[in-house]
C-alpha cells in the first residue's frame, strides 16, 4: 500500500465503520473514472443527508432517549405492556438509526463522486425472516451469502437440506459474534439463524396453507408474525445483558395488560406519535419517496435552500442533549 501512494498510482484509503460495505469490483472501477458531479447529484446526494439526519435525531434518537432506553435500563420498574412498546420502539429505533446512517453515508459517497449501492428495502413488509435479511442490511447479508453461507453449504452439499440449514445456522451464529462478543448478540444471531432454518424446514407447508387462504391474508399474517418476531428478537440485540432481556421477556408474556394501553399513549403521547410516525414512513412505497425526491431535485436553488435551512432549524428544536452516535458504529 506504501509503496503504492509513493508511486501515486492510489491514495483512497477509507475507514469502513458500518456500510454499506461495497465490494472491490463494484468501487474500484469509480476509481479510474474521472469525477464528474451534475446539479442533480448534489440534489440528490443533499435530499439524503436531509433524509437521513431526520431520520437520525427527529425519530431514532427520540424514540431512545424518551421511552426505549428508559425501559430496557429498569424493565422492572415498567409494566408488561410497555415493555411490549418498548421492543416495537427498539426495532424501529434501530431501522431509523442504521437507514438514517446509510442515507447519510451514501448522500456524502455522491458528493465525492462515488456511487454506492442502497441498504434497505422495506424491511418490515418482509413475510418471513429470510425476506427480511434480503431486505436489511443488504450489503452485510451478500457479504455472509457470498464469503460464508455459500462456501459452507456447497462443503455440505452431500447433506442436501440438512447441509443448508447447518450452513444457515453457522453463518448466523457468526453474525451473531460478528455484532459483538456477548451472549446477547450470539443469542439474536442463534434466533435468526433458527428462523431461517424453520423456513426451509417448513416451505412446503408454508405453500399448502397458501393455497387455503387469499393471498392479501395469508401476506397480512405473514407480515404481522415475522415483524413480531424481529421485535422479540431485537430485545436480545437491545438489552445489555441476558439477564435484563430475559426480564424484559418475563414482563411481556406473563405481565401483559393491553388494558393499560389507553393510561400509557397518554402519559407517553408523543413518543406514541413518534412510533406511529416512523410505521407510516416506513411503509411509505418507494414510488412516492423518489417522487420527492424529483421534486427536490427540480425545484429551484434558493427554495432548496431555504428547505435545508428550515429542516436544521426543526432538527435543532428537537435535538436531545444527550444525542446517541449510530448504533453500527459500535460494532
Same mark, same amino acid.
Given at each position: 500500500?506504501?509503496?503504492?501512494?509513493?508511486? =501515486?498510482?492510489?491514495?483512497? /484509503?477509507?475507514?469502513?465503520?458500518?456500510?454499506?460495505?461495497? #465490494?472491490?469490483?463494484?468501487?474500484?472501477?469509480?476509481? =479510474?473514472?474521472?469525477?464528474?458531479? &451534475?446539479? #442533480?447529484?448534489?440534489?440528490?446526494?443533499?435530499?439524503?443527508?436531509? !433524509?437521513?439526519?431526520?431520520?437520525? !435525531?427527529?425519530?431514532?434518537?427520540?424514540?431512545?432517549?424518551? /421511552?426505549? +432506553?428508559?425501559?430496557?435500563?429498569?424493565?422492572? %420498574?415498567?409494566?408488561?405492556?410497555?415493555?411490549?412498546?418498548?421492543?416495537?420502539?427498539?426495532?424501529?429505533?434501530?431501522? /431509523? +438509526?442504521?437507514?438514517?446512517?446509510?442515507?447519510?453515508?451514501?448522500?456524502?459517497?455522491?458528493?465525492?463522486?462515488?456511487?454506492?449501492?442502497?441498504?434497505?428495502?422495506?424491511?418490515?413488509?418482509?413475510?418471513?425472516?429470510?425476506?427480511?435479511?434480503? =431486505?436489511?442490511?443488504? &450489503?452485510?447479508?451478500?457479504?455472509?451469502?457470498?464469503?460464508?453461507?455459500?462456501?459452507?453449504?456447497?462443503?455440505?452439499?452431500?447433506?442436501?437440506? %440438512?447441509?443448508?440449514?447447518?450452513?444457515?445456522?453457522?453463518?448466523?451464529?457468526?453474525?451473531?459474534?460478528?455484532?459483538?462478543?456477548?451472549?446477547?448478540?450470539?443469542?439474536?444471531?442463534?434466533?435468526?439463524? !433458527?428462523?431461517?432454518?424453520?423456513?426451509?424446514?417448513?416451505?412446503?407447508? =408454508?405453500?399448502?396453507?397458501?393455497? *387455503?387462504?387469499?393471498? *392479501?391474508?395469508?401476506?397480512?399474517? $405473514?407480515?404481522?408474525?415475522? %415483524?413480531?418476531?424481529?421485535?422479540? $428478537?431485537?430485545?436480545?440485540? &437491545?438489552?445489555?445483558?441476558? @439477564?435484563?432481556?430475559?426480564?424484559?421477556? #418475563?414482563?411481556?408474556?406473563?405481565?401483559?395488560?393491553?388494558?393499560?394501553?389507553?393510561?400509557?399513549?397518554?402519559?407517553?403521547?408523543?413518543?406514541?406519535?413518534? *412510533?406511529?410516525? $416512523?410505521?407510516?414512513?416506513?411503509?411509505?412505497?418507494?414510488?412516492?419517496? +423518489?417522487?420527492?425526491? @424529483?421534486?427536490?431535485?427540480? &425545484?429551484?436553488?434558493?427554495?432548496?435552500?431555504?428547505?435545508?435551512?428550515?429542516?436544521?432549524?426543526? *432538527?435543532?428544536?428537537? /435535538?436531545?442533549?444527550?444525542?446517541?452516535?449510530?448504533?453500527?458504529?459500535? %460494532?
Amino acid at each position: 500500500a506504501e509503496s503504492d501512494v509513493y508511486k =501515486r498510482q492510489v491514495s483512497f /484509503f477509507p475507514n469502513i465503520l458500518a456500510g454499506p460495505i461495497s #465490494k472491490a469490483r463494484d468501487l474500484l472501477p469509480q476509481f =479510474r473514472k474521472k469525477i464528474s458531479l &451534475t446539479n #442533480k447529484d448534489f440534489s440528490v446526494a443533499f435530499f439524503l443527508i436531509l !433524509i437521513g439526519s431526520i431520520k437520525k !435525531i427527529a425519530i431514532a434518537d427520540y424514540l431512545a432517549a424518551n /421511552f426505549v +432506553d428508559r425501559v430496557f435500563d429498569a424493565p422492572t %420498574f415498567f409494566t408488561g405492556f410497555e415493555a411490549l412498546m418498548a421492543s416495537y420502539g427498539a426495532l424501529m429505533h434501530l431501522y /431509523f +438509526d442504521f437507514s438514517g446512517y446509510t442515507d447519510i453515508v451514501i448522500g456524502l459517497a455522491l458528493l465525492l463522486g462515488f456511487k454506492i449501492e442502497s441498504n434497505f428495502n422495506k424491511p418490515f413488509l418482509a413475510q418471513n425472516v429470510t425476506d427480511f435479511w434480503r =431486505r436489511w442490511h443488504i &450489503t452485510l447479508s451478500n457479504w455472509l451469502n457470498e464469503y460464508l453461507y455459500y462456501p459452507l453449504s456447497f462443503s455440505m452439499q452431500n447433506l442436501k437440506r %440438512f447441509g443448508i440449514v447447518v450452513a444457515v445456522l453457522i453463518t448466523f451464529f457468526i453474525s451473531g459474534i460478528w455484532h459483538g462478543a456477548a451472549w446477547t448478540f450470539i443469542l439474536w444471531g442463534v434466533s435468526h439463524g !433458527i428462523a431461517m432454518a424453520w423456513d426451509i424446514i417448513s416451505q412446503q407447508a =408454508r405453500k399448502r396453507v397458501k393455497k *387455503l387462504i387469499p393471498n *392479501l391474508i395469508y401476506r397480512f399474517i $405473514s407480515i404481522f408474525i415475522t %415483524f413480531n418476531f424481529l421485535a422479540l $428478537s431485537i430485545v436480545l440485540f &437491545t438489552a445489555q445483558d441476558v @439477564e435484563h432481556a430475559f426480564v424484559m421477556y #418475563k414482563m411481556i408474556f406473563t405481565e401483559l395488560d393491553f388494558s393499560l394501553a389507553t393510561q400509557w399513549i397518554q402519559l407517553y403521547s408523543i413518543p406514541f406519535g413518534v *412510533l406511529l410516525l $416512523s410505521l407510516v414512513l416506513h411503509y411509505i412505497p418507494m414510488k412516492w419517496i +423518489d417522487k420527492a425526491k @424529483e421534486r427536490f431535485v427540480k &425545484t429551484p436553488l434558493i427554495i432548496k435552500t431555504i428547505l435545508i435551512i428550515l429542516t436544521v432549524l426543526l *432538527l435543532y428544536q428537537v /435535538f436531545q442533549s444527550d444525542a446517541q452516535p449510530f448504533i453500527y458504529l459500535e %460494532f
